[in-house]
């Protein structure tokens, strides 16, 4: 777990937004959900200085999305503004559950497809966002569908100390 005296005594770089792509929007989730609470939790009167502008906030998803053309191209479209935020992207590269349509037939996504949509939403984000850093999950076969107990799978309090 986070040291929680240390973070309540240091300033934050800039206000925070997560970005969780499609593949890792379960995951995307549950972190904000630790840090809303983590974050409102926190014990510190120098929360109301102005260093700390959006540090508690209600959500920190950021309303992102990369539609798919009919050719199977895509883009990627922030629709807030990331102009100033340290941005975190969650991507599973290796989720194959996703599907598209490319002149109607039905395509699973591949782990290129989800890396070429990271790069996508980096893109987007370039030259606006204060810092952007990525964290690039492969949870294909730590998953119980696969036959494989999901032993090293981390807590969202241990990804978040880890990762971001």
């Not at 966002?129 to 949870?139: D, F, G, P, Q, T």
């Amino acid at each position: 777990m986070p040291n929680v005296r240390e973070l309540e005594n240091a300033l934050p770089v800039a206000p925070l937004k997560v970005l969780a792509m499609e593949s890792a929007a379960s995951l995307g989730s549950r972190v904000n959900d630790y840090l809303v609470s983590f974050r409102k939790d926190m014990k510190s009167p120098k929360h109301q200085d102005p260093a700390f502008q959006g540090y508690i906030e209600d959500s920190y998803l950021l309303d992102a999305v990369c539609p798919r053309f009919g050719s199977g191209e895509a883009k990627g479209s922030i629709h807030e503004s990331v102009h100033g935020k340290d941005l975190f992207i969650i991507v599973d590269v290796c989720n194959h559950s996703l599907t598209y349509s490319i002149n109607g037939y039905t395509n699973h996504k591949s782990p290129d497809d989800n890396y070429q949509d990271l790069k996508r939403m980096i893109a987007a984000a370039a030259g606006k966002a204060k810092r952007v850093n990525c964290s690039i999950c492969c949870w294909f076969g730590l998953l119980p569908e696969f036959g494989t107990a999901p032993v090293g799978i981390l807590s969202v309090g241990d990804f978040i100390t880890l990762y971001c």
